[in-house]
């Protein structure tokens, strides 16, 4: 979530749930109490970061969610025309 304290992998590429990680997001939930966390005007989006991270891994294909329309039209336009991943093969294109 918005102002998180990390990303936590909690199903491996093979389906499986990754129990000890679900533990500690959860944990790690009720330590801040789901209060949401402001970020300042230099800090990039979260999503943005989630993003570069699974581009900069190698963790293709991978779906990252945002509840606000106008957010993921934003945060699309900005992947490509600002960030410039490749997130798609030229098959994927046509």
């Known amino acids: ?5 990390g ?3 909690v199903m491996d590429g ?6 000890d990680n679900f533990e500690a997001l959860m944990a790690n939930q009720q330590e801040e ?3 949401r966390k402001k970020r300042g005007g230099n800090e990039p989006s979260d999503i943005i970061k989630v993003v570069s991270c699974v581009v ?9 969610f945002s509840f606000s329309r106008r957010d993921c039209e934003g945060l699309a336009q900005y992947l490509d025309r600002v960030a410039k991943f490749e997130l798609t093969d030229d098959n994927e294109k046509t």
Do not use: K, S, T
């Open 7 to 9: 990303l936590y992998l």
């Open 1 to 5: 979530p918005a102002g998180g304290n």
């Open 14 to 19: 093979e389906g499986q749930m990754l129990e």
């Open 56 to 64: 900069e891994e190698g963790l293709q294909p991978a779906i990252v």
């Open 33 to 35: 109490g789901g209060e």
